[in-house]
């Protein structure tokens, strides 16, 4: 089994940080990319950052200059470093890793999900 434990969510006021962390654990053979995801009352899931093991990163335009995303390969965790928020950044964010795994002897690559923390913008 693998899973995903995010942390980190919380309300902060508009211009403030916040940090997401998430840590993957379990029969995990290697991580190939980690992601943040969120997803706004009635709008679809959206991706906001991704980086590679690599380290190349990906972020959504509505973040850029803003959002900052990191990895700790040898502990298998991915942050989130949020700076100067704004009340449309507020949704549920969801980690995500495409990851190898190793099982009963055999390997295979899936895709998981954390359970999502919520990250609210308001004054």
């Known amino acids: 089994q693998v899973q995903l434990v995010e942390s980190g969510g919380g309300l902060v006021q508009p211009g403030g940080s916040l940090r997401l962390s998430c840590a993957a654990s379990?029969?995990?053979?290697?991580?190939?990319?980690m992601g943040w995801y969120r997803q706004a009352p009635g709008k679809q899931r959206e991706l906001v950052a991704a980086?590679?093991?690599?380290?190349?990163?990906n972020y959504a335009d509505s973040v850029k200059g803003r959002f900052t995303i990191s990895r700790d390969n040898a502990k298998n965790t991915v942050h989130l470093q949020m700076n100067s928020l704004k009340p449309e950044d507020t949704a549920v964010y969801y980690c995500?890793?495409?990851?190898?795994?190793?099982?009963?002897?055999?390997?295979?690559?899936?895709?998981?999900w954390g359970q999502g923390t919520q990250v609210t913008v308001s004054s």
């Open positions: 995500n890793a495409d990851l190898t795994y190793y099982r009963s002897g055999n390997y295979g690559t899936d895709d998981y």
């Open positions: 980086i590679t093991s690599g380290g190349s990163t």
């Open positions: 379990g029969s995990i053979f290697s991580i190939h990319a």
